[in-house]
């Protein structure tokens, strides 16, 4: 059994780690021919890329994927550890699935993702959740067959969790849930530690994958027909500066530019990490995707200290401008953070006005929520949870003026869209167009899922566009 401590996950070395190809384990493939299983993921791009390889490893063990948890033989939950409401998502779910077990004692639970790094939630499950038959984490995730395999041979819970990043493991099995567009991991791990944030601690530090491991898959890729590729990270800017002296995101995007794959997408950016050559090298090429996802967290300078951001609003909006100047057409998405401890109305007033001036494309806005071992935990915080929910609303209506407002001006314009299939609800094509824009729109003519096509825009909404193929 190896359990989860904050103390080792926080901790960083220097030493290399090592890159091993991915082996499977022979003696157990097809082991579980006929059996089903419903995989639930929470959280971000990054877990659901964790999910196609987890899916993948499963199939390699003989088992066949359910929709319905009520017909499956093994049930994991991939979990999120970001806010606590995904957190009481995942114990909801385990509560319903106590009720299932009681049942049909032979179900098999795990759970795995960020959750399982938290030493908190491991003892909880060591404690109340004896049912759950395996705990595996995200620094051990090639391990699943293995430690599957024996909770079933054994037939006693598994816990094996490693606190600190081992290993980075390429070769991993895939399937990918879309055939268009697929993520690619560039760095796994976070080293900003954020105050408010529990990434550095379930995620480990920042690790690089090679540069030719990363050009590799994204040819293949190319050559399997894919359209688009999603650079994945936790902060993507700060790609290969434990790899390399002189090979950063800039250069990593123009090489894969060079390839000729019709769209490039990165997530997420820290604006700390960001360099006038990649910004540079996003304006060249048409193929890099026009839209950048910048999480600003606040317009409050005393609240980005606090939040240990490394910017101040005055710096972020310099960055902001740069970009906006050196991109022609760009789109910019962020996430906002409103009722951090110490943030008073005047601060909160800030982040008003910030998002004022930014009028961004898209925002995500969340309430802070307090992650167990973060050092925000330790602030005082004495803003009631109704003036955080005001605020919350407050922001909400700025950014969703903005949403609706930066829409309507591509009203008339023709937008290039790669068509993701027909949406059921309103019965007309629908996919996104190079800003990241959900665009649905009619055609007379039969398109397929995969193509890029030109859709002139009739009408904007807040959160999507009408259109018709031209
Ligand atoms: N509380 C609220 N929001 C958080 N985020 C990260 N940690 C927390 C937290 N403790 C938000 C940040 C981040 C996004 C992925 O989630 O805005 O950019
Ligand atoms: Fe968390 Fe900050 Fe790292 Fe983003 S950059 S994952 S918010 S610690």
Same mark, same amino acid.
């Given at each position: ?241 434990? *790899?390399? %002296? =002189? ?6 995007? $123009?090489?894969?530019?060079? /390839? &000729? ?117 330790? *602030?005082? %915080? =004495? ?6 929910? $005001?605020?919350?609303?407050? /922001? &909400? ?74």
């Amino acid at each position: 059994m190896h359990l989860p401590d904050y103390k080792e996950a926080r901790s960083r070395t220097k030493k290399e780690y090592r890159r091993i190809d991915f082996k499977q384990d022979k003696t157990i493939s097809n082991k579980y021919r006929g059996m089903k299983y419903f995989l639930k993921t929470y959280g971000c791009q990054m877990n659901e890329h964790d999910s196609e390889n987890i899916e993948a490893l499963l199939v390699n063990l003989g088992f066949t994927k359910v929709l319905d948890y009520n017909l499956a033989d093994l049930v994991l939950l991939n979990t999120c550890s970001i806010r606590e409401n995904a957190h009481n998502k995942a114990f909801g779910m385990l509560g319903r699935l106590k009720h299932l077990k009681g049942e049909r004692p032979e179900l098999i639970i795990g759970l795995c993702g960020c959750m399982a790094q938290e030493a908190s939630v491991v003892q909880e499950i060591l404690n109340d959740y004896k049912f759950v038959n395996f705990v595996f984490g995200t620094h051990n995730l090639y391990q699943l067959p293995n430690i599957l395999d024996k909770a079933i041979k054994e037939n006693k819970q598994q816990i094996e969790v490693f606190s600190r990043e081992g290993d980075l493991v390429e070769g991993l099995p895939v399937i990918r849930a879309n055939k268009y567009k697929a993520f690619v991991n560039i760095i796994y791990g976070c080293d900003k530690f954020c105050t408010y944030c529990i990434v550095p601690y379930t995620r480990g530090r920042e690790r690089s994958r090679r540069r030719e491991d990363i050009i590799n898959e994204v040819k293949l890729l190319i050559e399997d027909g894919y359209q688009e590729v999603t650079l994945l990270g936790q902060n993507v800017n700060a790609y290969g500066k434990d *790899l390399y %002296d =002189n090979y950063n995101l800039g250069d990593l995007l $123009e090489e894969i530019a060079l /390839l &000729n794959i019709p769209r490039i997408r990165f997530m997420t950016s820290h604006p700390w990490d960001f360099t006038d050559k990649m910004i540079d090298v996003i304006g060249k090429y048409s193929n890099i995707m026009p839209s950048v996802h910048l999480p600003v967290q606040s317009g409050s300078s005393k609240i980005l200290k606090l939040m240990g951001r490394r910017y101040t609003k005055e710096s972020y909006l310099e960055l902001f401008h740069k970009i906006k100047d050196t991109v022609p057409g760009v789109s910019i998405s962020t996430d906002i953070i409103v009722g951090f401890p110490g943030e008073d109305e005047e601060d909160f007033r800030e982040t008003l006005s910030l998002a004022e001036e930014c009028k961004y494309d898209n925002a995500f806005t969340f309430i802070f929520s307090e992650r167990e071992g973060t050092p925000a935990c330790k *602030l005082v %915080d =004495n803003t009631p949870p109704e003036v955080k929910e $005001e605020r919350l609303q407050r /922001l &909400n209506q700025v950014v969703n003026k903005y949403f609706l407002e930066n829409n309507k001006k591509l009203e008339g314009e023709v937008l290039k869209v790669l068509v993701e299939g027909v949406s059921l609800k309103k019965n007309m094509y629908y996919g996104y167009s190079e800003t990241n824009k959900l665009i649905n729109f009619t055609s007379e003519k039969e398109i397929e899922a995969g193509e890029i096509v030109n859709v002139k825009i009739k009408s904007a909404k807040t959160w999507s566009l009408d259109g018709e193929i031209v």
